[in-house]
């Protein structure tokens, strides 16, 4: 790394800042973000710019988004100079990315995700506007595990069929917690998402409704869950809507592929005629 000579800020437990010091993982990281020259590059949680120092001056634009005090001047010190560098200082659940790269015809996100936001922050990514080109993120492996995770394993759930229904995910790499200071009770893994062309179409309020009714109760059939869950208020007739489908009235939710989940969601709104806001 390139930081100079100054004492850097200790890590900050309450922010979750373990700061990735490995330079083979830093650069494979970047490898697989493989940022081109028109690109818009936002970075959320850079820290002392562990990836940044990679990213600077490959791409049209880098935004970078700190919420520590202290970590965003030492980034200002580094690149507030660059006419292609922004640095944001702010809370990354509050604010709404897609402001920053409203005029960007193409956009690639990276991130090392604290592991207590992992899923507010992922869904965030996926909801900009334009559509990210890549999204890659380190996050906790067993989060990787869930958000990769197909049909019929333990792992599959509502957070894997969230993303999956309107992105391809799949796990890039494994990251040892050694290559992190302080060094995490856990270990990580890389992410690769590459949102779907048509997932604007995707009523994501819906889905996210009808999974988590149905991953909160996996082991009944799916029928019953139709029926009686109350987050769902389905008044209609079930078996009508799954036959629609060619759905086995008696499937477990885990064995249910994410276009399934989006085309029952879908139906189930119709049925009722209305539709749940993206």
């Known amino acids: 790394m390139t930081a100079g000579k100054a004492e850097r800020p200790r890590p900050k437990r309450a922010l979750g800042q373990n700061f990735l010091v490995d330079p083979n993982i ?15 590059v936002l970075e959320v949680g850079p820290g002392h710019g562990e990836l940044s120092q990679y990213l600077v001056g490959c791409c049209r634009r880098l935004i970078l988004i700190e919420k520590d005090r202290d970590l965003a001047a030492g980034l200002r010190d580094r ?29 690639r996100v990276v991130s090392n995700v604290p592991y207590n936001i992992t899923s507010p922050l992922v869904f965030a990514f996926l909801r900009l506007d334009p559509a990210a080109t890549r999204i890659v993120l380190t996050v906790q492996s ?9 049909p019929g394993i333990k792992a599959y759930g509502a957070l894997s069929v969230g993303v999956q229904a309107i992105a391809g995910a799949s796990l890039a790499f494994r990251v040892g917690r050694q290559a992190f200071r302080p060094v995490p009770a856990v270990d990580s893994a890389v992410v690769r998402l590459e949102p779907r062309p048509d997932a604007a179409a995707v009523d994501r309020a819906a889905v996210r409704t009808l999974t988590r009714a149905c991953f909160n109760r996996r082991r009944k059939q799916l029928q019953k869950t139709l029926r ?12 009508a809507v799954l036959a629609q489908l060619s759905i ?3 499937v477990r939710p885990e064995m249910l592929d994410p276009p ?10 119709a049925r009722q005629g209305g539709g749940a806001s993206r």
């Open 79 to 107: 690149w507030g100079d660059r006419p292609d560098v922004d640095v944001v200082e702010g809370d990354a659940l509050r604010l709404e990315f897609s402001e920053f790269v409203r005029q960007a015809t193409a956009v």
């Open 228 to 239: 009686t869950a109350p987050e769902l208020s389905f008044a209609g007739d079930v078996e």
């Open 260 to 269: 399934t989940f989006v085309r029952l969601a879908a139906a189930l709104q």
């Open 248 to 250: 086995d009235p008696a």
């Open 142 to 150: 067993e989060v990787a595990e869930r958000i990769v995770a197909p």
């Open 26 to 40: 830093q650069r494979k990281i970047v490898r697989e973000l493989d940022p081109q020259a028109a690109d818009v």
